[in-house]
Structures are given as structure tokens and as C-alpha cells.
């Protein structure tokens, strides 16, 4: 029974950059995948960036090395830093958790709106 609170999110121009953070409770395990995803309006649900001990990361297409996510193991947290936003990257950016027997665990979203 994992829960995930996310933070961060926000206003910014373009070329601005934003940290978002995801702290869970519960029963976690190193080796899942952990990390963020995100939904802008009319469209799916896309990977952003995962990590995890044995996988590594794994980043979105788009990121092209704007992004930056860091999992501290201990406190179970994770965290984005995303720079050079630009209005593309406007949406609401969910906190992932994928447990063993694919079972995945979201938080409620944190929105990021980048401005022109």
C-alpha cells in the first residue's frame, strides 16, 4: 500500500526551471522502477524519467538532457529537476511507483504550466 504526494509544480516562463518532488510511504523496493510521468491535455500519459538500482534511468524522448530525476532510496523520495521548460512541457507531471507483479501506484499530479 504505496502512497505518493507530489510538490513542486508551478508557473514559470520559458527557459525557466522547476524541481518537483515525490515523497511515498510504504513498502518500497530499490530495484522497481521509480520516477515521473506526465499528461498534458488531448494527449496520453508519457514517460518523463524512471530510476532504479538495477534499470538505472530511463528519460522521455523529449527531455534531450533538460531533465535530471534523483531517487534518494532511504527517505523514498524522488526528485525532477527540469530546466530550459518550454511551453511543450506543459502538463500534469505524476509521481510513479511500479511494484513487483505490475502493480503501479500514482500520485495526484502536481501541474507545471511554462509560459512564452
Known amino acids: 500500500q504505496v502512497q505518493l504526494v507530489e510538490s513542486g509544480g508551478g508557473l514559470v516562463q520559458a527557459g525557466g526551471s522547476l524541481r518537483l518532488s515525490c515523497i511515498a510511504s510504504?513498502?518500497?523496493?530499490?530495484?522497481?522502477?521509480m520516477g515521473w510521468y506526465r499528461q498534458a491535455p488531448g494527449k496520453q500519459r508519457e514517460l518523463v524519467a524512471t530510476?532504479?538500482?538495477?534499470?538505472?534511468?530511463k528519460y522521455g524522448d523529449f527531455v534531450r538532457g533538460r531533465f535530471a530525476i534523483s531517487r534518494d532510496y532511504d527517505k523514498k523520495t524522488v526528485s525532477l529537476q527540469m530546466n530550459s521548460l518550454t511551453p511543450d512541457d506543459t502538463a500534469v507531471y505524476y509521481c510513479?511507483?511500479?511494484?513487483?507483479?505490475?502493480?503501479?501506484?500514482w500520485g495526484q499530479g502536481t501541474q507545471v504550466t511554462v509560459s512564452s
Open positions: 530510476v532504479s538500482t538495477i534499470d538505472g534511468t
Open positions: 510504504g513498502r518500497m523496493f530499490d530495484f522497481r522502477p
Open positions: 510513479n511507483y511500479q511494484q513487483p507483479v505490475d502493480v503501479d501506484y
